[in-house]
């Protein structure tokens, strides 16, 4: 494997089914471009005269769209920047925080990253997407799951105030499990 001696950019992506490593080299000599995901390269471009541009590629499991952007800001020297679904990293991860909740646990010396997507209730843990119950209870809604055979629920509760919404908690074995920030 040659050595990554054109490497300009590295970028680490929360998706859902895990977090992403996203590394880019530009050859600003040779033109080349490559682009590698979790280590296994998505795009090589070998010879690229236009030194500016966009190269577009797909991350993870849920082949969420990804885009690299290569601009000159003078002279020799190039900026990239990484999107993902349309939108910059900043604002994907801004709205992320809105849209996700994310949970990290240890059972049995195992770690686990447990994702609940709010707008449509699927849960992830580790990259899979889990087989969910969900049912409605007198305060809220619960949704039922099993990791490493402990018995997992989300639990959803209005908070009773317009701007927070809902909350989400997660239980696991009767405890509660601290929102992880990524």
């Known amino acids: 494997l ?38 296994k390269e998505e795009i090589r471009r070998e010879w690229m005269f236009k030194l500016v541009g966009k190269e577009t590629f797909t991350v993870g499991a849920t082949k969420t769209k990804a885009a690299i952007n290569i601009d000159a800001v003078g002279g020799f020297a190039y900026e990239y ?12 991860i801004e709205n992320r925080l809105k849209t996700t909740n994310t949970w990290i646990l ?31 209870v007198d305060d809220g809604t619960e949704t039922h799951f099993t990791v490493a055979d402990h018995s997992c629920c989300i639990k959803a509760v209005s908070s009773g105030k317009r701007k927070e919404g809902i909350i989400h908690t997660l239980i696991v074995d009767n405890r509660e499990i601290p929102e992880a920030v990524e």
Do not use: P
Request: hydrophobic share 35%.
């Open 81 to 92: 920047t990484l999107e993902i679904n349309g939108k910059s990293l900043k604002q994907y």
């Open 2 to 39: 040659e050595k990554m001696t054109d490497l300009v950019a590295v970028w680490e992506v929360a998706l859902s089914d895990g977090v992403h490593k996203i590394e880019f080299e530009h050859g600003t000599t040779s033109g080349k471009r490559v682009v590698y995901v979790d280590g």
């Open 106 to 136: 240890n059972l049995g010396g195992t770690d686990y990253r447990i994702v609940l997507e709010k707008d449509t209730m699927d849960v992830w843990c580790n990259g899979q997407k889990m087989e969910t119950a969900g049912e409605f």
